[in-house]
């Protein structure tokens, strides 16, 4: 068996990050007004899947029971479905390989799919999340395996290319997400934008409206902001957003995994 | 002209796969979408090493029985290594799972490739001795099909191949950006050549061998991937002579096709492709990973990944269809 204190230390990451994802929905409001609530999504996913996540690997830290999640998850899968398929609109196919959208649809689906498919009996029909909770002491399995498999590998693709793309050469040093696809000229006068791409930006997160200053093409809204862009500092900045993403995806796989 | 602006009108999020391409801004080139291809395997194994199965004693005999075969001067270490680990189960394992992982993330993360990259390669020569019995290729019991040489010692290939340095000129692939393309082809032709042999060994061709092999994959597979070993078994009934040859004869061509123009060597490359394929979807069971307790996906993905490695250039295509002039302007 997994050893139990690996989970709680996996638990212990998804705890700071739902703690880091409620300080940004608390900071947000300041510099959201009439920009777009949308960009909340993001946090209100990481917030809600970092808090499932803690409980599935320690059963202390159970919150509520296994239907509510899937019914949460159902409705977050749909969303971000909803919002990939009006990236697609704007952008093609491209929405699924640079869009921010189509991450955390995959993550929504992971979820939904591992509370779905655990096959602990105990766990269903009881009040709680008992049987998924304690993985350690009584590993749950997950049907249908090969969805699991899939989730994993697009879990790690994910996580890899948001570290790439953290790590890269951008305006603003240590973070150039090239989040939205967009012709190359236009990735070149993105700094020059400014604050029209900064607003979706600020939130880490690319919104289906975002567009550029003449709201003719979409803007990529993370690439090149930071620090310089005025907004988005602290605990605001894009690079905080998707680190918690990327801890999400690897901490994901790794539960997938070991349920299979 | 900045990078980003001579790329034109290419979508900036699009890689290409050739070497040297276009880096924009949050578009890595060729090299470096490999690198994080590997850098995902690495991420992989190392999730895959935190299952269950790796803390029990079925982990440490897996170790010891790689021993089996090999001389004594390979079996010693290995023994000796599985014993340290079956004494120190829970914390060598975990170990051994968070250095895989941290390999993945150093390599995905753009200013710790090099080291992660080093580290790979001295850990992959580490896990192929200690961990895989150095392939098993010395004791003849050997089937390509079923992971020959060791998938490990392909990350350290990959590695060494992937590593981000340029040699000046233009490269005709990726893979001969850092060692060369003498040396890249001379590596390809090697490993080829060396699993069209394993695939003529008697433990390949005997007339149910590979079979067997197949058959024997189903264990604790989903019903259409148990279906897929059986399907495959059946076809190579009594027949592991004849598929033994027909693997090795593409094997042959995969190898020597390494040297030829880039239209010829794409062709090669999309039969390495599918070769790698169809091992891994009937030989090697996706890794096993559906089943559980596997400690990599095994050796298909990495060939596939290195034959990617290989995939000409636009420069080199050019070099071979247009006149020098032509190559000038494109290469520009």
């Not at chain 2, 796969?17 to 040297?20: E, H, K, N, T």
């Not at chain 2, 790689?66 to 090999?70: D, L, W």
């Given at each position: 068996m997994t050893p139990s204190w690996l989970l709680d230390i996996f638990a212990a990451i998804m705890l700071v990050v739902a703690a880091v994802s409620a300080a940004r929905l608390v900071a947000a409001p300041a510099w959201r007004v009439g920009r777009?609530?949308?960009?909340?999504d993001i946090d209100v996913a990481h917030l809600l899947m970092a808090i499932a996540m803690a409980g599935m690997l320690a059963t202390s830290l159970q919150t509520l029971p296994n239907g509510a999640w899937e019914v949460v998850f159902a409705v977050m899968t749909a969303w971000f479905g909803y919002r990939v398929v009006r990236d697609a609109q704007l952008s093609g196919f491209r929405a699924l390989a640079g869009g921010h959208c189509a991450p955390h649809l995959i993550h929504a689906a992971s979820m939904l799919y591992m509370f779905a498919a655990l096959d602990m009996p105990v766990a269903?029909?009881?009040?709680?999340m008992a049987g998924m909770g304690g993985m350690g002491g009584s590993m749950g399995t997950l049907e249908y395996p090969t969805l699991a498999f899939v989730f994993t590998l697009l879990l790690i693709g994910y996580s890899t290319w948001d570290l790439d793309q953290l790590s890269g050469p951008g305006a603003g040093g240590h973070y150039s997400l090239a989040t939205r696809p967009t012709p190359a000229p236009v990735l070149a006068g993105v700094a020059a934008a400014g604050a029209a791409g900064a607003e979706a930006a600020s939130a880490g997160a690319a919104g289906p409206d975002a567009s550029g200053p003449d709201g003719a093409d979409p803007v990529?809204?993370?690439?090149?902001?930071?620090?310089a862009d005025g907004?988005?500092?602290?605990?605001?900045?894009p690079w905080v957003a998707i680190s918690c993403r990327i801890a999400m995806g690897v901490t994901m796989a790794f539960m997938l995994v070991i349920m299979i | 002209m900045s990078d980003i602006a001579a790329?034109?009108?290419?979508?900036?999020?699009r890689g290409s796969?050739?070497?040297?391409a276009g880096a924009a801004r949050g578009a890595p080139d060729a090299r470096r979408l490999l690198q994080l291809v590997l850098a995902g395997i690495w991420l992989l194994d190392g999730i895959l090493q935190y299952?269950?199965?790796?803390?029990?004693?079925g982990f440490s005999d897996m170790l010891a029985g790689?021993?089996?075969?090999?001389p004594g001067v390979i079996a010693r270490p290995i023994t000796w290594d599985a014993t340290l680990v079956q004494h120190h189960l829970v914390l060598l394992n975990s170990v051994f799972a968070t250095i895989q992982l941290l390999l993945g993330l150093g390599i995905a993360w753009r200013p710790t490739v090099r080291p992660a990259l080093a580290a790979s390669v001295a850990w992959s020569l580490g896990v192929w001795w200690f961990g895989e019995g150095l392939g098993m290729v010395l004791t003849g019991d050997i089937n390509l099909v079923s992971g020959a040489p060791g998938a490990v010692i392909l990350y350290a290939l990959l590695a060494v191949l992937l590593?981000?340095?340029?040699?000046?000129s233009p490269a005709?692939?990726?893979?001969?950006?850092?060692?060369g393309a003498p040396a890249a082809r001379a590596l390809w032709l090697v490993l080829w050549l060396s699993l069209a042999y394993f695939a003529l060994l008697p433990s390949s061709r005997a007339p149910q061998g590979l079979h067997d092999m197949l058959a024997g994959?189903?264990?604790?597979?989903p019903g259409w991937v148990a279906g897929l070993a059986r399907g495959g078994a059946a076809v190579v009934a009594h027949q592991g002579l004849a598929a033994s040859i027909v693997l090795a004869i593409a094997l042959v061509i995969i190898a020597v096709?390494?040297?030829?123009?880039p239209p010829a060597l794409r062709a090669t490359l999309v039969l390495a492709l599918v070769v790698a394929a169809v091992i891994w979807a009937f030989g090697e069971a996706f890794g096993e990973i559906m089943a559980g307790g596997?400690?990599?996906?095994?050796?298909a993905p990495l060939l596939a990944l290195l034959a990617l490695c290989y995939w000409p250039a636009r420069t080199a295509v050019a070099a071979a269809v247009l006149p020098a002039a032509g190559e000038g302007a494109i290469a520009s």
């Open positions: 777009g609530a949308a960009l909340a269903h029909g009881s009040g709680g990529p809204p993370a690439v090149g902001s930071g620090p907004q988005g500092r602290g605990v605001l900045a | 790329a034109g009108v290419r979508p900036a999020w796969l050739s070497a040297g299952q269950g199965f790796m803390y029990t004693k790689t021993a089996s075969g090999n590593w981000p340095s340029d040699r000046g005709p692939f990726a893979a001969a950006r850092a060692v994959m189903e264990d604790g597979e096709g390494v040297y030829l123009p596997a400690t990599d996906p095994n050796s």
